[in-house]
């Protein structure tokens, strides 16, 4: 099965922090994704990426950026963390156009 | 217009009681299909693919109508664990990215 793990489960940041989001999987798949999910929201997509280096934005980029320096990880950065980026976070990956597979996500509390 | 539409629920359904939900979506060049299970405070985990020629997974049955642009599924002999939420998944015409609904919400009770 695959596996996508994303460092932590639940994180308590302060305003203007930077705060770092890991995720790694183990299938070696190429496409691997960032979401946020909020009630009455759903899932919606931030960014993505197809490769090693390679980023895209999704539909709500704006106060995030992305790095994947090698193709199991892709780390999500909030530059300086706010209120309304309280939120779950779901990292996927995919192979092709296949399905995803998500992580158990992480829980961020900004305060 | 929301890419992909659902009915939010929840459906209240009795154990061993069938209870079929819909999914619209707007995109016609969409070409890949999924149904989700998310329960609750989890991460959405893949419950099945839908074909064209519709398809079933033991209790499960995806259905999917081009024309109408809507996706079906249906759970028959309904267990407690039923319980969750089913999340409508398409494909962007353009790439991998997948456009999630906003879920509905089933409820099986005793």
């Known amino acids: 099965d695959v596996k996508v793990t994303q460092s932590s489960r639940y994180l308590v940041k302060r305003t203007g922090e930077k705060v770092f989001l890991e995720c790694v999987q183990d299938?070696?798949?190429?496409?691997m994704f960032w979401y946020r999910q909020d009630p009455g929201l759903g899932l919606r997509l931030i960014y993505f990426s197809y490769d090693v280096k390679m980023k895209e934005k999704g539909d709500i980029p704006e106060g995030y950026s992305v790095s994947r320096e090698k193709k199991e990880r892709f780390s999500l950065i909030l530059e300086s963390a706010s209120t309304n980026q309280t939120s779950m976070y779901l990292c996927?990956?995919?192979?092709?156009?296949?399905?995803?597979?998500f992580g158990s996500g992480t829980r961020l509390t900004v305060v | 217009r929301k890419e992909v539409e659902q009915d939010p629920g929840p459906f209240n359904v009795p154990e061993g009681a069938t209870v079929a939900f819909n999914c619209t979506y707007s995109?016609?060049?969409?070409?890949?299909f999924f149904w989700y299970r998310q329960d609750c405070r989890k991460e959405p985990k893949l419950l099945m693919s839908v074909y064209s020629s519709g398809n079933e997974d033991g209790r499960f049955t995806a259905q999917l109508n081009r024309a109408s642009q809507y996706i079906s599924l249906l759970i028959r002999d309904s267990k407690l664990s039923d319980s969750a939420t089913y999340l409508c998944?398409?494909?962007?015409?353009?790439?991998?990215?997948?456009?999630f609904g906003g879920g509905t919400r089933v409820l099986v009770k005793p």
């Open positions: 995109n016609s060049a969409s070409q890949s």
């Open positions: 998944v398409v494909n962007r015409a353009a790439g991998n990215k997948l456009t």
């Open positions: 996927a990956s995919s192979f092709r156009q296949r399905g995803y597979t």
């Open positions: 299938m070696d798949h190429e496409n």
